[in-house]
């Protein structure tokens, strides 16, 4: 199993920036990816972006694309989501999923509170 912890939300107004970690343990060695994604009030689940472990390879949603980034340090079995240019669209709960096989089951983490104010 993977665990994986996400921290560095919070408030921000529109215009400003905010990186979020999300630190993993277990078996990390396994890791074939680890994503992100976000949930609004009210609205369903969506997919943020991913990196894959090796390589790094990533990906973004069109919605993101150009103001977040992802990255990871393999060292110390972190990734991180920078977001510039934030929305009060962006306000969300963002959450960090691991997989160990591609297109596998998720391992999901916490979730951390992001509000962008007008």
């Known amino acids: 199993q993977v665990q994986l912890v996400e921290s560095g939300g919070g408030l921000v107004q529109a215009g400003g920036f905010l990186r979020l970690s999300c630190a993993a343990s277990?078996?990390?060695?396994?890791?074939?990816?680890i994503a992100w994604f976000r949930q609004a009030l009210g609205k369903e689940r969506e997919f943020v972006g991913r990196i894959t472990w090796s390589g790094p390879n990533t990906y973004y949603a069109d919605s993101v694309k150009g103001r977040f980034t992802i990255s990871r340090d393999t060292v110390k079995n972190t990734v991180y989501l920078q977001m510039n240019s934030l929305k009060p669209e962006d306000t969300a709960v963002y959450y960090c999923a691991a997989s160990v096989v591609a297109g596998g089951h998720r391992y999901w983490g916490q979730g951390t509170q992001v509000t962008v104010s007008s």
């Open positions: 277990g078996r990390t060695s396994s890791v074939y990816d």
